[in-house]
Nanobody
Framework: QVQLVESGGGLVQPGGSLRLSCVAS????????MDWYRQAPGKQRELVAG???????NYADSVKGRFTISRDNTKNTVYLQMNSLKPEDTAVYLC??????????WGQGTKVTVSS
């Protein structure tokens, strides 16, 4: 069984930064593609960033240049560094571990609020 636990969310002012972490336990972290999604009230879940087992990254256009995804396989952890935060970044951020196209796991999410 795989468990994902996100942390690092909170309240930040526009232009500020947060670093989210997602720790995976119970499986082989190193072979999984790790993604960060976000879901704001009244909106559909959106893929924010992803990183493959080989380190290839991709980002939503809305966060390119502001967010950075990384992973540390020795710690079974994926990170999302969020800079220059905007109010529209407010959402619950969820971690997803994808082992195959049909086998993935979700964390419970961590809430990010960007407001002055």
């Amino acid at each position: 069984q795989v468990q994902l636990v996100e942390s690092g969310g909170g309240l930040v002012q526009p232009g500020g930064s947060l670093r989210l972490s997602c720790v995976a336990s119970g499986s082989i972290f190193s072979i999984a593609t790790m993604d960060w999604y976000r879901q704001a009230p009244g909106k559909q879940r959106e893929l924010v960033a992803g990183i493959t087992s080989g380190g290839t990254t991709n980002y939503a256009d809305s966060v390119k240049g502001r967010f950075t995804i990384s992973r540390d396989n020795t710690k079974n952890t994926v990170y999302l560094q969020m800079n220059s935060l905007k109010p529209e970044d407010t959402a619950v951020y969820l971690c997803n571990a994808k082992y195959t196209r049909r086998l993935d796991y979700w964390g419970q999410g961590t809430k990010v609020t960007v407001s002055s």
